[in-house]
């Protein structure tokens, strides 16, 4: 089963200091989840491009306050699009990712519900559902 990539997460300290020495991309979305306790940021690359989402923990109880703090940020995920909720249940069990968050709504991607899992080659992965009907 294949999924389009819809963008790749990078946790950093300070969001507004990355973007000076930003190589390139156009901040299209700048959020506050509360839900995650970070504020979010999205790059756009140019049409057909995946996104670059920017995050930054606004408080040691964070989700990714933990990475950050142990890995000093960069790199944290990889998200693809998923149609249904139910897809990305089936998907996680016959590939054996175990679910780690979710689906919770996510303010900085038009409401629409996301999933992480934890891959067996321990890597993290997000599921974005765009436009559910299951």
Request: proline share 5%; charged share 20%; glycine share 8%.
């Amino acid at each position: 089963m294949q999924f389009p990539l819809n963008h790749i997460g990078i946790v950093v300290a300070d969001i507004d200091r990355y973007l000076k020495h930003s190589l390139s991309g156009t901040v299209y979305s700048d959020v506050v989840d509360p839900i995650q306790d970070a504020r979010i940021v999205f790059l756009d690359h140019g049409q057909n491009q995946p996104h670059t989402e920017l995050i930054q923990p606004l408080s040691a109880t964070a989700t990714t306050a933990g990475f950050l703090k142990r890995a000093g940020g960069g790199y944290h995920h990889l998200c693809y699009e998923a149609g249904t909720v139910e897809a990305v249940k089936s998907y996680f069990k016959t590939s054996r990712i175990k679910l780690i968050y979710g689906p919770v709504t996510a303010p900085a991607l038009s409401d629409n519900d996301v999933m992480f899992g934890y891959t067996p080659n321990r890597e993290i992965i997000e599921f974005v559902v765009i436009n559910d009907q299951g």
